[in-house]
């Protein structure tokens, strides 16, 4: 009876400090920390509301970054005096010669015959003196002066037309958000494509190239939606007249979190960074805390282009020479989170710290008699 007693005096201190030693060292794990390489790779993918991906030779091909834009413009390919086509609504100018004095039309050396402003009509039509009704809608300038030229026949000698723009509704884009001069842009001065809309428009009002979002709208559609510096980079598009341009700031960012050197936030200064750039642009691994074998990236479902299609986990094993090269063809998007894993030494190095800690309060306490309190968790 008396050594059951002295057992159960000495295992009882024992007891307790080991308990308070577990619990300091939960309390010390937990801040800071994320998920334990056990929590995605120990649990069936069935269970989980995302997929787990490992990233091999085999998998990546799905996943591999878009290709670099480094194509001309495409504004390259589009004339500055493309035709545009005359509708409802456009002003136009039209002035009338003839080579000989003393014909209804003066001669070019003189002011011509200036019949003011032609508003095209509903029905698409203009009114002229001497040439009667002209149907214009549909047609370009030079079409249009052709047509004039031929209601003219029998009437003038050899006429000269010349038709111009003066001001038009139709053929204008909207271009509005973080823009210096929001509103109206008409397309029929040199204007083709969504970087000559917005540089027409003075240029976004604030914000770096990376950090902007164009959508394009079409007949109520959208029809693109791209950043900024990728237009500039050669994704630039035509647009058309009745197009809406809305640009809005949109910082591509994706997270960087774990045994990394620097963790945070990191802007995406192009559209196709890989794995293995961002993790270089945290500085890399922490040698002393990282798990080379689990290098993970969250992405979110896209919710509203595929509201089916589920969150997705994919994993990376560095100590795999292979995955080098996978990681270089893994694009990482916008919101993805990249989380580096501790080594599991690390995590039982950071448990046998804080019981070693408790063991030295215990001590403390017995040899001065005085009474510590512990840490709250």
């Known amino acids: 009876m008396i050594i059951w007693s002295l057992l159960r005096a000495v295992a009882q201190p024992f007891a307790i400090v080991l308990g308070l030693g577990i619990g300091v060292a939960a309390c010390s794990a937990l801040p800071g920390d994320g998920p334990w390489m056990g929590g995605a790779s120990g649990t069936s993918s069935e269970a989980l509301p995302f997929d787990v991906i490992d990233l091999t030779p085999t998998t990546i091909a799905a996943y591999l970054q878009p290709a670099t834009i480094d194509r001309p413009s495409i504004t390259s390919s589009l004339s500055a005096g493309g035709k545009v086509a005359v509708a409802a609504g456009d002003a136009l100018k039209v002035r009338i010669f003839e080579p ?22 509903d029905d698409g039509t203009i009114n002229i003196p001497f040439v009667g009704t002209v149907r214009v809608a549909g047609l370009d ?34 271009i509005s958000g973080d823009i210096k001069n929001p509103g109206r842009v008409s397309i029929l001065e040199g204007v083709r494509s969504v970087v000559d809309a917005i540089n027409r428009a003075g240029g976004p009002a604030s914000g770096a190239a990376s950090q902007l979002e164009v959508v394009v709208r079409r007949q109520g559609n959208v029809i693109l939606t791209a950043q900024y510096s990728e237009l500039l980079a050669g994704g630039d598009i035509p647009i058309q007249k009745g197009d809406e341009i809305v640009i809005r700031p949109n910082s591509r960012v994706f997270t960087v979190l774990g045994a990394v ?31 080379k074998t689990g290098v993970y990236v969250f992405r979110m479902s896209d919710s ?23 990681g270089q063809q893994f694009g990482l998007q916008a919101r ?42």
Not at 146 to 173: C, M, N, S
């Open 100 to 121: 000989y004095e003393g014909s209804i039309f003066p001669t070019i050396q003189k002011p011509g015959a200036d019949f003011g402003i032609q508003r095209v009509l």
């Open 141 to 174: 300038l030079l079409q249009i002066e052709r047509r004039i030229t031929q209601q003219l026949a029998g009437k003038a000698q050899d006429p000269q037309v010349i038709v111009e723009f003066v001001a038009d509704r139709t053929h204008t884009v909207m």
């Open 261 to 291: 050197v620097k963790s945070g936030n990191v802007e995406m200064a192009k559209h196709n960074t890989s794995l293995i750039e961002a993790l270089g642009q945290a500085g890399g691994l922490n040698d002393l805390r990282a798990n």
């Open 336 to 377: 993805d989170v990249v989380y580096v894993t501790n080594a599991p030494l690390y995590e039982y190095d950071k448990i046998l710290t804080s019981i070693y800690r408790t063991f030295s309060i215990i001590s403390v306490v017995r040899s001065t008699g005085t009474a510590v309190s512990l840490p709250a968790f």
């Open 304 to 326: 509203q282009s595929n509201p089916a299609a589920r969150a997705r986990v994919f994993r990376l094993d560095l100590l795999q020479p292979v995955s080098m090269l996978v």
